[in-house]
């Protein structure tokens, strides 16, 4: 098992989502993992994690939202398939923002 940063995942334009793996050499690419942590940092809105074409405003495709940072610190979720290695494509999950210009901490567990 290692794990892996994806790096700073930032939504430019809240409500257009982009690939957690944005900043791979090819984003559309398989990225086989265990696990997914996404990290919000700084945000002022709320984080959506979710499918392609997800919806903020009926959450439909929406797997997890990140609330804004607070001074306690940075809110976080993982997404995992625990008795499946590689069972997630992190190519296939998406971030979108309620803020434009607001960003992720992306790392991913590979096996």
């Known amino acids: 098992m290692a794990i892996r940063s994806l790096g700073k995942v930032t939504v430019t334009t809240g409500g257009t989502e982009v690939r957690l793996t944005l900043n791979e050499t090819t984003p559309a690419a398989r990225v086989g993992c265990q696990s997914i942590f996404v ?11 979710g499918a392609a074409g997800l919806d903020r405003t009926t959450l439909a495709g929406v797997y997890a939202i990140i609330p804004a940072a607070t001074a306690n610190g940075y809110p976080g979720v993982t997404l995992e398939v625990g008795d499946s290695p590689n069972g997630l494509n992190a190519a296939e999950i998406y971030l979108d923002a309620e803020v434009d210009g607001e960003y992720a901490l992306v790392s991913i567990v590979e096996q």
């Open 39 to 49: 990290q919000g940092i700084v945000n002022t809105g709320d984080l959506f994690v």
